[in-house]
Structures are given as structure tokens and as C-alpha cells.
């Protein structure tokens, strides 16, 4: 794609950290004789000094990510409501292609603080509870971790003697990559402080069959057992105390679930809208009924 397929006046723009980016610069650069980022035809992004373009004093939370870009020996401040470090790396990316084509810094700059979330992507779920949701098309097992070591990364240094906690909900999709699903129940258990195993789109197999091998990887007994994916939602919401994350894994932007042939609606999101709203409404019930109480007995 990188030597045949681009044009002379195309542009490779490529992670600078990654191994085979790395392997992929050195060809391209035998092939030119030259790594000009001056021509902007080939530009390397990454963490790494050496890039052409590099990300530094990087700051994530729950809030988005900060960091300062360097770039030809000037540096420009980042603020972008997107989270976690693979946001970095996409935002990295983004400003690469944008140099590439010319595109202003001011108008880079703009841009990014503007760009929202992805829907499905380390999308965050917020109608006011004190705990962080998350929901994310993660459906591997290198996608399962990042998105919780990435979510670990915002708890790591929270002070208090209570410890929040990273809550997983996944399952495995039917009629796919089988070896998946012990290393993804590997992942999820080693990574996460609670796992809900559920089920994701089982098609024609039988969603308890698809847990069971998901099962066979865990490295700890800390996870249940869920079937019903609204059901293992809610069980999470219900879980969580404040300060922790909810990892909703594995359907992200998908409205569906498929089951022996059928479709049924199955939206992650308004099913974790809905739990978090019950939750509230209870905690607010519970709150008034104990003053009520208080004010029973002064009276």
C-alpha cells in the first residue's frame, strides 16, 4: 500500500514506535534514498525522540488527554476531550496527514480540541453518577487490554484508603476466532479488579458454550457469570462505587445483538443509561427516606 499504491505526491505518515513503523520507514527510505520530513512525503509520529513529530508532558484523566506536540523544534499545546494514551497516538496520526496536506497549525490545533468522541471507541457515559462508564468496541485480546490498562492509567494515583476498582463486561462473538476467547478471559481477569463474563453476538452457537471457553483462560477467581448482556450491564452499574470504571467491551457503536439467525435491539449505551438512571433514582429515594427518618425522631 505504502510503495505501490501511493502516488508521487502521496504521503506515508507512520508510528515511529512501532516495530513494523519502524521496519516500514527503513524500506521506504531504501526505496526514496531520503527521509525528508521538510517534503513531508514520508512523517513518523510517536513518543519516541527521534519521530518527526513527538508527543510529549502527556497528561490523561477522565477528562480527556493534554500534552505538548514538537514538531521542526517548535512545540504546540494539545487539549483534546478525547481519553487515553491511543488517543495520543490517533491525534498524532490525524496531525500528521494534516501537515501532509498543508493544513495550517492554528486550523490542526482547532481541530482536535473540537473533535468529539467516536461512538463506540472509548466512549464515555456520563447522566451524573459518581463512577466512570465506558463502552468500547474492544473485541481482542490486545484491544481488551489497552482499553484496561488505559482506564487503569486515570485510577492509578487516586488518593483515599478505598481503591477504586475497574469493573470489565465482555463476552466473545459466535462463529469467530475461538483461540480468542481464553486469552481474552486471561486479559480481562489479570487486568481487571471484577469481571462480568456475558455474551456478545453468539449467532449460531450457544452463548453459554462461547462463556464457558472464554472461562477456561481466566487467571483469577475474581469474575461471574452473566448470560444475559442487559442483565450483566446492570449487575455492573449496580457494583460500582464511586470512583470506579465500568467497562462495557466488545459490541461499542453496535445497536444489535445476533442470535440464531435474528436480530434483536441491543444498545450498550441506553441499556447503561437506563441502569445508571435506576441507580440514581433508588440512591435519591434512599437518601430522602433517611432524613426522613432523622427528622422523625427530633420530632
Not at 482547532?110 to 468500547?136: A, M, Y
Not at 486469552?183 to 458454550?209: H, Q
Not at 440514581?280 to 425522631?297: A, D, M, P, T, Y
Amino acid at each position: 500500500m505504502f510503495r505501490e499504491l501511493l502516488g508521487k505526491d502521496g504521503a506515508s505518515v507512520i508510528n515511529f514506535d512501532d516495530p513494523y513503523g519502524k521496519r516500514l520507514l527503513t524500506e521506504l527510505e531504501s526505496a526514496s534514498g531520503e527521509h525528508d520530513p521538510e517534503a513531508k512525503r514520508i512523517l513518523t509520529y510517536g513518543l519516541e525522540e527521534g519521530a518527526d513529530i513527538v508527543a510529549r508532558e502527556i497528561h490523561t484523566s477522565s477528562e480527556g488527554v493534554k500534552f505538548k506536540i514538537s514538531f521542526h523544534s517548535r512545540t504546540y499545546d494539545i487539549s483534546s476531550p478525547l481519553m487515553g494514551l491511543p488517543n495520543v497516538y490517533n491525534i498524532l496520526s490525524a496531525a500528521g496527514a494534516s501537515i501532509s496536506l498543508g493544513v495550517p497549525w492554528q486550523v490542526i490545533l482547532d481541530g482536535i480540541s473540537k473533535t468529539g468522541s467516536v461512538r463506540g471507541r472509548f466512549e464515555k457515559v456520563d447522566i451524573g453518577q459518581n463512577f466512570l462508564c465506558v463502552i468500547d468496541y474492544a473485541h481482542t485480546e490486545d484491544a481488551l487490554e489497552r482499553l484496561i490498562c488505559t482506564a487503569r492509567e486515570f485510577i492509578k494515583d487516586s488518593p483515599g484508603s478505598i481503591q477504586p476498582r475497574i469493573i470489565t463486561v465482555f463476552g466473545c462473538g459466535g462463529d469467530r476466532d475461538r483461540g480468542k476467547r481464553p486469552r481474552m478471559g486471561a486479559v480481562a481477569t489479570r487486568l481487571s479488579d471484577f469481571v462480568i463474563l456475558t455474551s456478545d453476538n453468539p449467532r449460531s452457537e450457544d452463548s453459554s458454550d462461547i462463556i464457558r471457553e472464554i472461562e477456561s483462560g481466566v487467571v483469577k477467581s475474581n469474575y461471574i457469570k452473566v448470560p444475559d448482556r442487559r442483565e450483566a450491564i446492570r449487575k455492573a452499574v449496580s457494583l460500582a462505587r464511586e470512583k470506579d470504571i465500568v467497562l462495557i467491551a466488545g459490541k461499542g457503536h453496535e445497536d444489535y445483538q445476533e442470535i440464531k439467525g435474528k436480530r434483536y435491539p441491543c444498545n450498550d449505551r441506553e441499556i447503561l443509561e437506563d441502569a445508571i438512571g435506576d441507580k440514581l433514582r433508588n440512591q435519591g429515594i434512599n437518601e430522602h427516606c433517611g432524613c426522613s427518618v432523622i427528622r422523625l425522631k427530633e420530632l
